[in-house]
């Protein structure tokens, strides 16, 4: 079965920095493209970055691009969101996704698989 | 970026319904594009992949058709476990863009 755990969210003050963690299991991680996406209160989805399954590219949202770096551990089985210089619209529920291996565009496939999310919260 | 553009925002409906929830593209995207729901404190779910294809384990009253810049979700006949929101999503090119959801509720 595949799972996708994400942690490492909590409260942290503007312009402050946190780390998320994903880790993938029931699958071979390493054959597929990941990403991060968020929901936050009241409001939509927002994709806010992607990391190809080899590592070789990655992609940001403007909003998140020079603050945040996606990376991946395939070795842990992991995928990683480091978040730095944060703003009260950060504030969302981060969640861990698997891109699917088929049917896929020239850029990147659909969402096959969410984990629950984890909540970041940017106040003071 | 690509806008994608959900109508109805909220869609009031009883069991036995049939439902149908537009999205539309400011661009082509070919047949790029996925439809997920979401219940309250739930992950989305994946219901639909290149605008029309049945993600594995879904029940067959739910349908996706459409191409280019127009797509819709179609619910044949409402159940109990369809009332959640619905998004539809691009993943023709970076950056990826949702529509804004429409929630399907009890009428």
């Known amino acids: 079965e595949v799972q996708l755990v994400e942690s490492g969210g909590g409260l942290v003050r503007p312009g402050g920095s946190l780390s998320l963690s994903c880790a993938a299991s029931?699958?071979?991680?390493?054959?597929?493209?990941m990403n991060w996406v968020r929901r936050a209160p009241g409001k939509g989805l927002e994709w806010v970055s992607s990391?190809?399954?080899?590592?070789?590219?990655?992609s940001y949202a403007d909003s998140v691009r020079g603050r945040f770096t996606i990376s991946r551990d395939d070795a842990k089985s992991s995928l990683y969101l480091q978040m730095s210089s944060l703003r009260a619209e950060d504030t969302a529920v981060y969640f861990c996704?698997?891109?699917?291996?088929?049917?896929?565009?020239?850029?990147?496939?659909?969402?096959?698989?969410w984990g629950q999310g984890t909540l970041v919260t940017v106040s003071s | 970026d690509i806008q994608m553009t959900q109508s109805p925002s909220t869609l009031s409906a009883s069991v036995g319904d049939r439902v149908t929830i537009t999205c539309r593209a400011s661009q082509s995207i070919s047949s790029w594009l996925a439809w997920y729901q979401q219940k309250p404190g739930q992950a989305p779910k994946l219901l639909i992949y290149?605008?029309?294809s049945l993600q594995s384990g879904v029940p067959s009253r739910f349908s996706g058709s459409g191409s280019g810049t127009e797509f819709t979700l179609t619910i044949s006949s409402l159940q109990p476990d369809d009332f959640a929101t619905y998004y539809c999503q691009q993943y023709n090119s970076y950056p990826w863009t949702f529509g804004q959801g429409t929630k399907v509720e009890i009428k």
């Open positions: 996704t698997r891109e699917g291996s088929t049917s896929c565009s020239t850029t990147s496939c659909y969402i096959d698989f």
């Open positions: 990391i190809s399954w080899d590592s070789s590219s990655t």
């Open positions: 290149m605008a029309s």
């Open positions: 029931g699958f071979t991680s390493s054959r597929h493209s």
